[in-house]
Nanobody
Framework: QVRLEQSGGASVQTGKSLKLSCAAHGDTLNRNCMAWFRRPLESPGMSREG???????????YYVDSVKGRFTISRDDAENTVYLQMDSLNPEDSAMYYCAADTGMGQNDGSCYLRSYLYKYWGQGTQVTVAT
């Protein structure tokens, strides 16, 4: 059983940076897919939007256009932790952020997908608020 523990959410001003952490417990998650999703604060009924994914086997990453060039997903093997570095934040980035992991996806071909139903394990969520 995998448990994901998130930290790092905060309230910041537009243009500032923030780094989220997601520590995995119960499995080393080598050669697996991990991802970050978010749900806008003003739309709690919306589905979670996948924004970045990393394949822990070769560190390959993928970003959606809305965060590409501003957000960076990375992984520290020693800490068994995935990070989301968020730069140039704007109010549209205000959301509950969730990390996710799956122990099956990616093992055959290293392909990770940003579809929430494909991920078995989820963090508890952390809130990011960006003020103007």
């Amino acid at each position: 059983q995998v448990r994901l523990e998130q930290s790092g959410g905060a309230s910041v001003q537009t243009g500032k940076s923030l780094k989220l952490s997601c520590a995995a417990h119960g499995d080393t998650l080598n050669r697996n897919c991990m991802a970050w999703f978010r749900r806008p604060l003003e739309s709690p009924g919306m589905s979670r939007e996948g924004i970045a994914t990393i394949y822990t086997g070769d560190r390959s990453t993928y970003y959606v256009d809305s965060v590409k060039g501003r957000f960076t997903i990375s992984r520290d093997d020693a800490e068994n932790t995935v990070y989301l570095q968020m730069d140039s934040l704007n109010p549209e980035d205000s959301a509950m952020y969730y990390c996710a992991a799956d122990t099956g996806m990616g093992q055959n071909d290293g392909s990770c997908y940003l579809r929430s139903y494909l991920y078995k394990y989820w963090g508890q969520g952390t809130q990011v608020t960006v003020a103007t």
